[in-house]
DNA sequence: CGGGGGTTTGAGTCCGTTCAAAATACGTGG
DNA sequence: CCACGTATTTTGAACGGACTCAAACCCCCG
C-alpha cells in the first residue's frame, strides 16, 4: 500500500524511503518513531501557501511529495523564485535556526504532501543526535553553495544563456526522454516565475523563447517543451570553448 | 602588549577579543587552550592567496586583522566578488564540512593576519562540543540568508541603486563621520571588483560613478569617496517610497 | 624614465525594459 | 457543454541602459 511519495501508510518516517536520503537518515529507529509520532503531516492542493515571509518560524517542513516554490520578494512588490523543493527537501530551517521570522515564503506548485515538524521536537532531536546538526549544516553549506554559483551565473550570463541553463536543470527533474533521443519537458512554472529565476521580465522571456524557436533549439507549446537534440542547449552554454 | 586585531600575544585565542563574537565562543577554556595549540597564525601581504578555487580543504581560516575578500570564478574566466570577510570571519568552512575542494577563492585586500585551523582540529572539536557545529550551523544559516538576498538584489534593482547599496554598506565598514555630518570612505576595493560584485563591467561602473558626481550625491576621487549627505545615499534606493 | 595595471571616456550596437494592446489559455457558473 | 470573465502569454514600438571595442589617461613602481 505505498504512497506517492515513496511513504508506507501505518509505519511513519520509518517506512519513508526518502529517509535515506536528506539529513534525517543519521537518527535510530527509535528517535526516528520519535520523529514520526511529533510530525503533522497534510496535503496541499495546487497554488496553496505553506509559510509565507513575515511569520514567525514554528518548526520545518519536510516535502514528501509535489513540487514546492520558494519565493522571496522586497517591500515594493518584487520576487524571485529562489528555488524549487522536491521530495526529501527540507524547508524552513534558516527561521528555525536562527529564530528568525520567516524571510521567504513557500507555495505548493501542484498537489503535495508536506510533514511539519515542530520547533521543540526538532530542538530536542537536535539534543538528542548531534549528528543530526552536522547534516543540515552540510545541507547548508550545499545550498549556500548553490546560492554563489547562482550569483555567479546571473552576473556573468546572458539572459539566453540563463535561461538555457534553467531548462537544463528542470530537464533533469522534470524531463523524459523519447525513443528518438529527443526530450520532453513539463514546465512546473509559470512564464512569469521562469523570469523571475532568471533575472528579467516575463515579456523578456517571451522573446527569448521565441528566438529558442527560430534557432531550432526548442520547441514551446504552453507548459510543454520539447527539445529535438539535447546537445543544442549544451552548446549554448559554452558559447567557444573550442579552441 | 596587545596586538593589532584584539589579541594578546601569549596568551593565544583566550585573550583573543574576537572569539566574544564569533563561532568560537562557545568553546569552554580547555577546549579553546586545545584550540590555540593546534593553530597556525600567519601575516599576509596586500594581494596575497589565502586559498585558491580548486585545491582540496585541509582546514579553516579565521580572520585576525585585515579584510578578506571571496571571489569565485568560472571557467571562461569571469569572476565575481563574493563577498568582504573581517576580523572574527571564519572562512573555507564550506569546503571542509563537504570535504570538497575549494569552490572559490581568498585574497588579503590588506596586510592581514589569519589564523588556521587544520581538519583534525576542527573535527575533534566539533566531536568534543556539539554546540560548535550548531553554531556553523547559525553562521551558514546568516550567511545563506545575505546571498539570497543578494539575488534578489541583483534582479530587480538597477546597477546604480546595486552600487549605491553597496557604497551604503561599505560605509559602516570603512566609512568615518566628519565633524559635519559628511561622511568620509576609503574603498578597499578597485573598480574593477566593485563592478564585479554588482554584476557589472568596470566601464559601466565608471559612468554610474560620473552620474552620482554629477547629481551631487558623492565626489570620488582615487579611492577616497565624500557623501555630504548621507541621506542622500538611502534616497537613492527607495525611488518612491512616498505616498 | 619607461612600463603596466587600473581607470576614464567615446562611439556604436545590441539587449532589455516599459507601456500598451491583442491573443490565448483557464476556471467557474450557468 | 458552452459562455463568460479572468489571468496569462505573446507581440509591437519606442526608449534607455548596458555592453563591446578601442583609445587615451593616470598613477604607482621598478
Redesign the interface.
Known amino acids: 500500500m505505498a504512497e506517492q511519495g515513496g511513504g508506507v501508510s501505518g509505519t511513519g518516517c520509518l517506512g519513508c524511503s526518502l529517509r535515506q536520503r536528506n539529513e534525517w537518515c543519521v537518527l535510530s529507529e527509535e528517535e526516528t518513531r520519535f520523529l514520526a509520532r511529533n510530525l503533522k503531516k497534510r496535503q496541499y492542493r495546487t497554488g496553496e501557501t505553506i509559510f509565507s515571509a513575515g511569520e514567525p518560524s514554528h518548526g520545518i517542513y519536510c516535502v514528501v511529495s509535489g513540487t514546492v516554490a520558494i519565493r ?3 517591500s ?1 512588490g ?3 523564485l ?1 528555488r524549487l523543493a522536491y521530495p526529501g527537501d527540507t524547508l524552513g ?2 527561521g528555525l ?2 529564530g528568525e521570522k520567516r ?2 515564503c513557500a507555495e505548493a506548485l501542484g498537489p503535495s504532501k508536506i510533514c511539519f515538524i515542530d520547533k521543540q521536537t526538532v530542538q530536542s532531536l ?1 539534543d538528542r543526535n ?1 549528528t543530526l ?2 547534516q ?3 545541507r ?6 548553490d ?6 551565473h ?3 550570463f546572458s539572459n539566453r544563456a540563463k535561461f538555457v541553463h534553467l531548462l537544463l536543470v528542470l530537464m533533469n527533474r522534470h524531463g523524459r526522454t523519447a525513443t528518438d533521443g529527443s526530450r520532453v519537458l513539463q514546465l512546473p512554472l509559470s512564464r512569469r516565475d521562469l523570469a ?1 529565476m532568471i ?2 521580465r516575463h515579456e523578456t522571456l517571451s522573446r527569448i523563447i521565441g528566438r529558442l524557436e527560430e534557432d531550432g533549439i526548442a520547441r514551446f507549446s504552453g507548459r510543454t517543451v520539447h527539445v529535438a537534440r539535447p546537445h543544442s542547449l549544451l552548446d549554448e552554454i559554452r558559447p567557444t570553448l573550442v579552441g
Open positions: 522571496k520578494g522586497d515594493e518584487n520576487a524571485v529562489l530551517y534558516r535556526l536562527l524571510r521567504s537536535l548531534p546538526g552536522l543540515f549544516l552540510r547548508v553549506a550545499t545550498d549556500l553553495d546560492a554563489h554559483t547562482k550569483l555567479l546571473n552576473a556573468t523571475s533575472g528579467t
